[in-house]
C-alpha cells in the first residue's frame, strides 16, 4: 500500500508538488500520467526515499519514506524495484553481471542470501522471463533500446520485489517495441502479484496496462480513475489524449489478457 500525503516538494522556488495526495493499492497497475516537468521522476524519488519533501508523508506499508535514511533505507528499499528511464545498465559490465547486481546485493525478497553460484541460475531465469535467453555475455552498448529496456526489467525481477516502479519504460522505443514492454510489465505484475507503478506521457501503452489512471497537473492529482472512466473526463489533457487516440477505446487492457 502507497499512500502520499500533502506531499510539498520546491526546488529554489519552483513549488513541483503542492500539496500532492495519492493512493495506490496492493495488486493495481497504477499509471501516473502527466505533462513533461510535472513532477512525476520527482514522485518516484520521494517513494524511493532518495528525496524528502518540505511537508508531507510518503508511506509505503508501514513506513514513512521520509523519515528512513542510510540502512534502514537501504532495506526497505529491498522491496522496491525501480526501472529508471534510460535503463541506467553499467556499460563496462556484462549483461548477466548488470542482472546479478541488486541480486548479488539484496539476495532475493524475503529469502535467504544467495550464494554466488545460483546467481547465475537466477539471471539466466529472469532474462529468459523478459525474452533474453542466452545474451548473458553481451555488453548493454551493443543491444537495441527495447532490449536494454527489458535487461533492466529483468534486474528488478529477479530480486522479487513487492513494489515495481517504472520512469517511462516506452519512451524513445517504436510503437511495436513499447506495445511488448507494455505486455512485460502486465506479465511481471501477474508472476510477483505486488503492486506496479507506472509513470509516462505514453497513453496507448497507459490504456492497455492500467487498472487505474491518475493525472497530475499543477503539483497535485487531478483525477484519478480506471481507464474507461478516466477518458471521459472532461479535462483538456484528456482531450488530447482522446485525440491521439482517435477515440479508439479498445485499447483499453489490450496487453492484460493473455
Ligand atoms: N534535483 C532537482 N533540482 C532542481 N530541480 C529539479 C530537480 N529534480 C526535478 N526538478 C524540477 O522539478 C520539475 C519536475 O521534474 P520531473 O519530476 O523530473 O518531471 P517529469 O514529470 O518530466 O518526470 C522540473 O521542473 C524539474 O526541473
Ligand atoms: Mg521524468
Redesign the pocket.
Known sequence: MIRMKNVHKS??G?K?LRGLNLEIEDGEIFVLV?K???????ILKHLMGLMKPEEGEVIIDNDDMTKLFGYKLYEKLMDVGMIFQMGALFDSMTVAQNVGFYLKEHGIRGGKKIVKSDIKKYVSESLEKVGLKGIEELYPGSLSGGMRKRASIARCVVYKPKYLFYDEPTTGLDPVTSQTIAKLIVAQQNELQGTTLV?SHDIVTTLAIADRIALIEEGKIEIVAPPKEFMKHKHPTITVFNEMIGGDLSLIGKQRNG
Do not use: A, L, M, P
Open positions: 526546488f529554489n519552483n513541483v502527466g513533461s516537468g510535472s513532477g512525476k521522476s520527482v509513470v
